[in-house]
């Protein structure tokens, strides 16, 4: 074999490798791109999860709130109701 293609092949396999190294440092970057975009969407979510969550929990305490009062507003009208009844014996 001549010393020029025996260069040759040296010179051929060392722009390979150095293919394959810009290559692989490409998808490296590429993949750590997508887990930061990834990462950035997930703390959207998660922050959106927590405006539900606290949402729902005023909401409950309203609903709480409302019931108690529907249930006071209940007791009222049937004290009234004993009372009229009490009030039409007595004529």
Do not use: F, P, T, Y
């Not at 001549?2 to 040296?10: G, K, P, Q, R």
């Not at 997508?34 to 606290?54: N, P």
């Not at 409950?60 to 009030?87: C, F, P, S, T, V």
């Amino acid at each position: 074999m001549s010393i020029w293609l025996i260069a040759l092949i040296v010179v051929v396999a060392i722009a390979v490798l150095a293919l394959i190294a810009v290559s692989a440092q490409r998808a490296k970057k590429r993949r750590e791109l997508e887990r930061m975009r990834l990462s950035e969407r997930a703390g959207g979510h998660r922050q959106e999860a927590e405006v539900h969550a606290s949402k729902a929990e005023e909401q409950e305490q309203a609903a709480r709130e409302a019931a108690e009062k529907a249930e006071r507003e209940r007791e009222l009208a049937e004290h009234h109701g004993d009372k009229a009844e009490n009030l039409e014996r007595k004529l």
